[in-house]
């Protein structure tokens, strides 16, 4: 985990200094369910996808799906037509994410404490098996 966080953490940093900011829309928003099993029935689980559009700096119109970009007490509708603010790479515009949502070092990071978490647990284990 530490070694894969930190080949994790030089792709996120290279997008984040190669992001260029722009305004999409969001186009489309739809309610998915999933449903997690428990010991005696299913669980539903909604989440709400977006579709976001925006143009590159060339003029090229750009789609892409992110979960959360907007929820309005249960109506995915009210969110169509929304502007929000978007960082792509310009070398590889399908590489992009909505502001507010997680940069991506925050999931090199909580990868990395993971995994530094295990490597302690499993040194104090062995010592105190000796």
Known sequence: MIVYSAGSYQAAANFEYKAVSTVGNISRTIAKTTYSQSFYSSIPHTSY????????SQGKLIAFTVRKACHVNDNPYACDGKEIQVFYDPDDPQLAMIKGGSSPLDGVMT????????????????????
Request: net charge positive; no cysteine; charged share 10%.
């Open 111 to 130: 990868t990395f404490w993971y995994g530094l978490f295990f490597v302690v647990v499993g040194i104090v284990s062995i010592h105190e098996a000796r």
């Open 49 to 56: 996808v977006s579709t976001i559009q925006f143009k590159t």
